[in-house]
């Protein structure tokens, strides 16, 4: 078998086809490296996002224990204004009168009627 020596065209050749390769090359590398640190800056957002929502979720949870407690609160200081006890009765009654100026030997005195 012979072997054939290439020309200096075909060298010439084969070397420009090489430093075209290298330049490819080293783009495709540029590519990937920017490729890669967009996606690891992708993973560093969805992870703070994530975060974000697992607390925006614990407050929503305890938004929601908070507005029952605050509802079955209400309910049941529904109830108890709904069917008031005498002795609830006079204690509010004590209290309005301890919040009212006292007119002279009335417990309860009428506005005054303005001249009219």
Known sequence: MLTRTPTI???NLIQ???????TELIQLRHQLASKQQYAER??????E???RI???NGKLEQARERNKRLKAEAEHL???VATPRPSMLRA???KLRALTPQSQGSE???PARSPG
Do not use: F, H, N
């Not at 992708?42 to 992870?47: A, M, P």
């Open 9 to 11: 065209a075909q060298l």
């Open 16 to 22: 420009k086809e090489i430093g075209g390769l290298r």
């Open 42 to 47: 992708l993973e560093v957002l969805l992870r």
């Open 49 to 51: 996002r994530l975060e």
């Open 54 to 56: 697992d607390d925006l």
């Open 78 to 80: 529904a109830a108890m």
């Open 92 to 94: 509010w009654l004590t």
């Open 108 to 110: 309860y005195s009428p």
